[in-house]
C-alpha cells in the first residue's frame, strides 16, 4: 500500500474517518476512529487524557456460492501524556497488513476444512455430510448400526442394548419428599 504524503493519516479518510481502498483488483475498507463514549473529541472529564484511536482494516472476498472470506487488522494509537493523538500515516498501512495477514490465515484455514470434508453420497450437488459418530457400518456384520436397530425394534427382536434400555436405581439419604 503507498502512502499519501499529503494526507495525516496517509490516505483520504471521509467525515467519518472511512476510506475504501483498491489495490490490485481489491476493495479495503478502513476505519479510524476514536475509542470514546462521546461524540465530542476532548479530555477525559476523570483521567484528563484523550481516547486512544483505533485504526481498523477488512479485507473481503467473495467465492462460489456467496462464500466470503474476511480479514481484518486493527491499530491502536495511544495518546502521549495529555496530548491528542497524532495522526499516524504508517498506521492504515499496518493495519491493511494485518488483515492481510489474517485474511490469508482464514483462507488456509478454509482449505484445510475442505479437504477433510467428504460427502456421504456421490450426489454432484455438494449436500453431502461428513457421517456422524455412531452411522458407521458394522465392521463385524458390514450392517448400518442404526438400520438394524430400526429393524430389529420393527419385528420385535431387539435386545436391551439395541431398544437403548437401561435400568438403574437412585437411592437418597435426603429425608425432603420433594428432592426424591
Known amino acids: 500500500m503507498d ?5 495525516p ?11 475504501t481502498l483498491t489495490e490490485s483488483g481489491h476493495t479495503i475498507h478502513v476505519n479510524v476512529s476514536d475509542t470514546s463514549l462521546s461524540s465530542i473529541v476532548g479530555p477525559d472529564s476523570i483521567s484528563g487524557t484523550y481516547s486512544p484511536v483505533n485504526v481498523t482494516a477488512q ?16 491499530v491502536t ?10 495522526p499516524d500515516p504508517t498506521a492504515v498501512q499496518r493495519a491493511v497488513a494485518e488483515a492481510l495477514t489474517d485474511f490469508a490465515t482464514d483462507a488456509a484455514a478454509y482449505v484445510a476444512l475442505c479437504a477433510q470434508w467428504q ?9 453431502g455430510t461428513t457421517p456422524g459418530p455412531g452411522t458407521a457400518p458394522d465392521p463385524n456384520t ?35 419428599p420433594a428432592m426424591v
Open 142 to 176: 458390514g450392517a448400518d448400526p442404526e438400520t438394524a436397530a430400526d429393524t430389529a425394534a420393527e419385528t420385535g427382536t431387539a435386545t436391551e442394548a439395541d431398544a437403548g434400555t437401561s435400568t438403574s436405581t437412585s437411592t437418597s439419604t435426603d429425608g425432603d
Open 9 to 19: 493519516w496517509g490516505l483520504a479518510i471521509d467525515y467519518a474517518g472511512r476510506a
Open 59 to 74: 479485507f473481503t472476498e467473495t467465492g462460489e456460492g456467496g462464500a466470503v472470506l474476511r480479514g481484518t487488522g486493527r
Open 77 to 86: 494509537i495511544m495518546p502521549v501524556g495529555t496530548d491528542p493523538v497524532v
Open 3 to 7: 502512502i499519501d504524503p499529503t494526507q
Open 119 to 127: 460427502p456421504d453420497d456421490d450426489a454432484e450437488d455438494g449436500d
